[in-house]
């Protein structure tokens, strides 16, 4: 938790971000912290894990707590039930409310029940009521009850502050809250950074515990066992779910049940939560024997200087989808030399020929949550005005096409992957034309896939790579490394 | 994932308890699997876990899967939706979901969204539609739209065999199915017992770790990242979260933030779910220090045979409440030992003086669940006409009253507190009249508290502990382990 002084600042800047709406008109602003989330029943819960936003605002890491500010009068309160003789029993003696709320510059607390009140007379005086859209379907439920509206609309986000409000047809989550909070969030605060810093921290041992246990005849769920551990011992655990796959081609592979086979590669995506819930997020790709084939190290080092490319051109001005279609021609060129594509560079960029190799966006924002804000709609948070979406495989899965400030905190993790039936319909369907070499890709339909990832913030003339010390990265630091670690064990 | 023909066989009797409904007016019960639940946001979601009565009727271990068994016809029926091509590209090639019901032995599988069409062609029919109440707000918000109910009542249990079914007034979740689906799921068979031997040796594990772990100095957080690695790599993870505190006098206590101090205890209930979901559940508390005190030791002597008294009493036809009696009174005994209570043992025991000491249960049932079906209802797992709840402190929060059965799983944990709260509060309000003494127990006031858990199976003539070997236990055993394993690092 930061000193009260972040939440006050925090919460003013706010204000004045929403007082565009003309005074009188502007309503009240609603926070749903989430509720513990029922794994198998309620009470067996998973891992507590506040909302975002509300944890941003209002500071508070439990669950059943609310808040509410008012945006024409200024007023703002905190709602959560104080414990009684049983709490203390199962869950030990608690602060007051009232002093949680004060610890974040709330002077003003209620229990948790007195939230819906508030709401329903808010609703009653017909005040614009501004929420940010759900994610989790305990505050769908909620908010659907609450402002009498169905749990559809409660992710739907429009403008509200026409003056009907949360109540009439149109009522769904606010865009003017959801622009705010998005304007906020995306530029990261120096003590936000400190925590990201600690969160690439544990996401160094925790990668470096993995890349230790990468040895032929391990269980892939060993591994993820004990990359798991160090991020619950030194933080809030992992910030997704980890992709550890000798699959590499399957972006998101979740199935850990495979055992490390010599020659082929094991593509580790994971990173960790800091104890305040802020994000790392890193991939790295080992030769499960230690050292690469030739046909390997072709392949990795043009996602090496890929990464390494999208570092150097990381500042502010310039838009994330410039440095993701300068790193699909680095791909390109690269695969060019190995003779997979063919033809004019700028003609394959424009064709999206990139999109077959890497079907995914160069990054994201990274924050308190690992794709920072997605719950509130990834166009408001990677896109503006000046950045509409492709509707390219691979460009169009971009998640982030902004126009880099200081402070932006983004991924940077070009891939190449030889996805078979992604392969088989490009060329069953003549999609990529001539371009593609559908016969020297038949070599590869065992590669799997490699994607290399760090965490840059963007600074006042360039980027730095987050964290106090970067993975090793290079395929000779790679190999040297995986060599000694061998030995000493 | 079991042999095809225990599926078969399970929904067969299932069939087979609802055949006391009259014939043609049995109605269809439906299965609503779980689907993802997020973590922050949508796509970054928690571990995947599915509803544990789905997995034992269908087996299939995977999101957004429903299933409807016809109650009069026996026709059963798989909904799911197979992959298409971006899903490939995210998440790899899968097995059709037509495969996938054949695996289970169902020769009928159809697309998820048909599920829905299937239950609002059966309420336009008028059929009875049995279903269990929901635990997940995604199965809440599913069930009383498709119902045409609120959700509060989604989770109420009521008969609705009456003719009226799920779409009169008292549309509610269906006690038949709910006590059909206990009585199958509370006597485990041979497959299960092997399933939760499993989760034990990974419980085993776990402990062993943190037991190693408790030095002075270390971080308790540290401890729980150990353990838990340990869970991941063997296992799908904890079976709920891990409670591990110096505060032991706090049921469940979750933060883990403080140092392991010479002279406190180390109380840490945690426990395992195998592969295939079945739990282990087990306590144990150490000397920090590595050695006890003499009054810790006075202490955990009591709860350590109370825990052997537990397990030599357990056997069929006793109830559950009868041993939880019989561990309340030797608690007393051992208490008036030590001058901490005074007076007739028999009157204590009636008068629940126990509660103030052990405010929980001894045990409860444990499976696929660690309290096994508490979702279904704790009043329909653990009471039955036979057994009724009390309404004591500690007694009345008894999981598990039952009379045994060979079969059945419970866990065996009997404990001993000292929680300043209560004890103030039984002080001031004259709770446990003269038996307590106040003046003595000022003296506990940073005791903190001593649990011990094993886990028993009810065979035909008594009771196994579960597992393939125990956890050491004794006082002395627990010394001596720990000097050995402090001079082995």
């Known amino acids: 938790m930061f000193d009260k002084e972040v939440y006050v600042r925090r919460r003013r800047t706010l204000l004045e971000k929403m007082s565009f709406i003309p005074e009188g008109k502007r309503g009240i602003a609603i926070f749903t912290g989430n509720a513990e989330a029922p794994q198998n029943y309620r009470g067996n819960d998973y891992r507590f894990r506040q909302d975002s936003t509300f944890l941003y605002f209002w500071g508070i890491d439990e669950p059943c707590f609310a808040a509410i500010l008012d945006l024409d009068s200024g007023d703002e309160c905190i709602y959560g039930d104080d414990v009684d003789i049983d709490d203390i029993i ?17 002077s003003c607390s209620a229990q948790y029940a007195d939230f819906d009140k508030a709401v329903l007379a808010a609703r009653a005086q017909g005040r614009t009521i501004h929420f940010l859209p ?65 969160a690439c921290e544990i996401g160094y ?40 796959s000798q699959n590499g081609e399957t972006l998101h592979n979740h199935s850990h049940h495979q055992i490390i086979t010599p ?29 690469f084939t030739q046909k390997q190290k072709d392949i990795y080092d043009i996602v090496e200087s890929a990464n390494g490319l999208a570092f150097k051109l990381a500042r502010p001005g310039v838009t994330y989808r410039q440095i993701h279609l300068a790193v699909a021609r680095h791909i390109l060129e690269g695969l060019s030399g ?66 880099l400030q200081p402070g932006h905190v983004v991924t940077d993790e070009p891939g190449i992957y030889f996805i078979p039936a992604l392969i088989q319909k490009w060329k069953m369907e003549g999609t990529g034309g001539d371009f593609v070499n559908y016969s020297a890709l038949e070599q590869y339909h065992d590669f799997g896939g490699i994607r290399l990832e760090d965490d840059l913030l963007i600074t006042a003339d360039g980027a730095r790579r987050l964290g106090t010390r970067r993975l090793p990265v290079t395929s000779s630091e790679i190999e040297e490394i995986m060599a000694r670690e061998q030995e000493t064990l």
Not at 268 to 273: P, R
Not at 354 to 383: K, Q
Request: charged content about 25%; aromatic content about 6%; overall charge neutral.
């Open 338 to 403: 190995l003779r997979l594509v063919r033809g004019d560079t700028d003609e394959m960029v424009a064709a999206g020929v990139a999109g077959l190799f890497m079907p995914h966006g160069l990054g994201h924002n990274m924050g308190l949550d690992v794709h920072d804000m997605e719950d509130l709609g990834e166009d408001y948070v990677g896109y503006d005005e000046d950045q509409k979406r492709s509707g390219q495989l691979g460009l169009g899965s971009l998640r982030m096409a902004r126009r």
């Open 205 to 244: 041992l925790m990668h470096t515990e993995a890349r230790k246990g990468c040895r032929p005849g391990t269980k892939e769920q060993d591994i993820v066992g004990r990359m798991e551990g160090v991020t619950i011992s030194k933080g809030w655990g992992v910030s997704f779910t980890t992709i550890l």
């Open 263 to 291: 020659g082929r590669l094991l593509l580790i995506d994971a990173g960790a939560e800091s104890n305040t819930h802020y994000a790392s997020d890193f991939t790295r790709t080992y030769p499960c024997s230690g050292k």
């Open 134 to 198: 759900a994610s989790r379907y305990y505050n769908t439920l909620k908010l659907a009850s609450l402002l009498g509206i169905p749990a559809e609309s409660v992710r739907k986000v429009l403008p509200v502050a026409g003056g009907h409000g949360c109540c009439g047809k149109a009522a769904t989550a606010s865009e003017e809250l959801v622009k705010a909070v998005v304007s906020m969030r995306l530029v990261k605060e120096d003590c936000e950074i400190e925590e990201i810093d600690k």
């Open 90 to 106: 199962w869950m030990g003696p608690q602060p007051s409310v009232a002093s949680k709320a004060e610890r974040i510059g709330v």
